[in-house]
């Protein structure tokens, strides 16, 4: 029997409407390009994280292979807004226009492209990292979003970094950010004994050093994690998230462990009680539950600011499969009409879908 021919794509998702043919590459972690043709959009495998030549190489063989394995010539090139990753790079050095699509925004247009809803539409997108138009670190975002376009509705609450990526890996890192911030910095080295940088971390803070500034929602689960005591430090990004979510079997609420104003959704009631939580499973149930509710709310909020009451939910965080559960219901209940991620992943892996339908809006 003759094998089939090789090809590029791995998925092929069907857009709102047909338009010109777009190149979309993707961003760092768990990379994809995306190619359109007509009404559909055709996505590669994952390439991997593109720090290493063989993610590079994979990379950059689907992007030529599928243009050339569809038959098209794209109008234009979708980066994400990143300028040092190599996905940009890439897309920077090709013979075509190049639009910067900022990540959050991508998260919340791929969601809304394989739902075929071209209106306009809230994007609650959650993650770890995505850099904001002005050099920003962003990561807990609501936007509102029509046609190529969108404005930052809202963010959670700012809170310091200490370390900068160490700190993904790390949860005591953001564990202690919040203890400063709530005023509790004294026991951050008594928390952490064993650990030798916990000595000096409130004084790092307090200056400000290597400590840049998020609305990471990652970063959140990161702290609830420190501050519960699930993995301080980590083996591997997400590693204690997960361990976090396993625990949960009854989330509850603390009514009043969220502060909404003027868009920022503040979650220092809710940290400032998991700091002095002594049975992580009980923490576990609260910090999943009340940060549901308070989604909601903030969700909520950004429907009545704009008369729009569909919701995309895009990120990393929506692998959460108790946050992902608890939302859409909640919800729903509350009368928004929720959009989750069925084809594309709601992660890195589906970005170029939501860079590919935006570059294509942007042609229509």
């Known amino acids: 029997m003759t094998a089939p021919p090789f090809s590029a794509v791995a998925a092929t998702i069907a857009l709102p409407r047909s338009g010109p043919s777009v190149l979309a590459v993707g961003a760092f972690l768990k990379n994809t390009v995306c190619v359109t043709k007509g009404d559909r959009a055709y996505l590669s495998p994952v390439h991997g994280d593109l720090g290493t030549p063989d993610s ?14 569809l038959g098209v010539k794209p109008v234009r090139v979708a980066h994400d807004l990143h300028p040092d990753f190599h996905s940009t790079r890439f897309a920077q050095g090709l013979d075509l226009p190049a639009l910067a699509v900022q990540h959050h925004h991508a998260h919340a247009a791929a969601i809304a492209a394989e739902h075929g809803h071209a209106a306009p ?40 970094q200490p370390g900068g990526d160490k700190a993904a890996r790390e949860p005591w890192r953001m564990a202690a950010a919040w203890l400063h911030k709530l005023g509790r910095t004294d026991e951050i080295a008594s928390r952490w ?60 609420i603390l009514a ?26 009980d923490g576990a149930n609260l910090f999943h539950g009340t940060l549901i509710a308070g989604l909601a709310d903030w969700c ?17 965080c929506f692998f959460n499969r108790v946050l992902t559960a608890g939302l859409v219901p909640e919800l729903e209940r509350r009368g928004l009409v929720p959009l989750a991620a069925t084809q594309a992943s709601p992660g890195d892996a589906g970005l170029s879908l939501g860079q590919a339908w935006i570059a294509a809006l942007r042609e229509m």
């Open 300 to 316: 909520v909020w950004g429907a009545e600011s704009t008369g729009c009451r569909t919701v995309a939910l895009g990120g990393g």
């Open 193 to 252: 004994k064993g650990i030798p940088a916990a000595s000096r971390l409130g004084m790092v803070l307090d200056k400000g050093l290597n400590a840049p500034i998020t609305s990471s929602a990652g970063r959140l689960f990161d702290a609830a994690c420190g501050l519960l005591g699930v993995h301080p430090i980590a083996e591997f990004e997400g590693q204690a998230p997960m361990a976090l979510e396993a625990l949960v079997d009854h989330p509850a």
């Open 56 to 69: 590079i190489a994979a990379f950059e063989h689907s992007a030529e292979a599928m243009v050339r394995e």
């Open 256 to 281: 009043s462990g969220w502060i909404l104003e003027r868009g920022v959704l503040d979650f220092a009631p809710l940290m400032n009680l998991l700091a002095s939580c002594p049975e992580p499973r």
């Open 121 to 160: 539409i809230l994007g609650l997108s959650l993650d770890g990292f995505g850099l904001g138009p002005e050099n920003q670190a962003w990561g807990g975002e609501l936007l509102y979003c029509e046609g190529a376009d969108f404005r930052r509705l809202g963010h959670l609450a700012h809170i310091a």
